[in-house]
């Protein structure tokens, strides 16, 4: 267990729905990010927060939003789901705020749209 | 923004063998240089890093040598095993004032054939 808790593991749900998933990061960490992994795209970046702002964008669609709590948990939102948006989706947590702090990552959530 | 390019996508060796993972970037300002490893079904997670201050970076069998000028960095296992098998993802991070982004690249899926 690495300490970073997301929920749920899977997700099957129909195209135009929306759905949340959830990250508590690590114990201390401050930062949450927000990575899409598919296939043949690899790790793309979404979004990061930190301290509860956002710190930097990716290539995250107009369709999704992320946010942070004050108890620093933070969840994605995916609208209008399309079947491009399957997909395991990883949040990642560390103390700091800079890209060069080490990445601890969850399990994952798997999206599957139908 | 930052591009990551890594190479090659696929890698197969025999057991004991070298194996070696190249990395391009394209942003001069990226200043630290991660490398995670995503076993089967399981979390990426950190098995090396290195700064831009730094050449060469060396942990037992792993090693990670950065060209900064060329703008390219690489992953070398020695004396490969077969539990050496897994996803390997490079990435470079970069930071503008107070944005801070951490880029992937596509990942290579090492082989270690018993």
């Known amino acids: 267990d690495s300490g970073v808790t997301q929920t749920p593991k899977h997700l099957i749900t129909a195209t135009g729905q929306r759905v949340t998933l959830r990250c508590s990061p690590r114990s201390g960490d401050l930062s949450v990010y927000w990575y899409q992994q598919s296939l043949d795209q690899g790790l793309q970046f979404l979004i990061q927060?930190?301290?509860?702002?956002?710190?930097a964008k990716g290539n995250i669609l107009e369709r999704f939003s992320a946010q942070q709590f004050p108890d620093l948990h933070s969840e994605l939102n995916l609208s209008s789901l399309e079947l491009g948006d399957s997909a395991l989706y990883f949040c990642?947590?560390?103390?700091?705020?800079?890209?060069?702090?080490?990445?601890?990552f969850g399990a994952g959530s798997r999206l599957t749209v139908l | 923004g930052e591009n990551v390019e890594q190479h090659p996508s696929t890698l197969s060796v025999q057991e004991g063998d070298s194996a070696v993972i190249k990395c391009t970037y394209s942003d001069s300002a990226s200043n630290y240089f991660p490398w995670y490893k995503q076993e089967l079904g399981k979390r990426p997670q950190l098995i090396i890093d290195?700064?831009?201050?730094?050449g060469e970076k060396k942990d037992q069998r792993i090693a990670v040598t950065l060209n900064k000028t060329a703008k390219h960095f690489s992953l070398h296992i020695t004396e490969t095993q077969p539990e050496d098998s897994a996803v390997y993802f490079c990435a470079a991070s970069t930071s503008r004032g107070s944005n801070y982004k951490l880029t992937f690249g596509k990942g290579t899926l090492l082989t270690v054939n018993p």
């Open positions: 927060y930190y301290n509860g702002e956002e710190r």
């Open positions: 990642a947590s560390s103390a700091g705020q800079s890209g060069a702090n080490v990445l601890t």
């Open positions: 290195i700064r831009s201050n730094v």
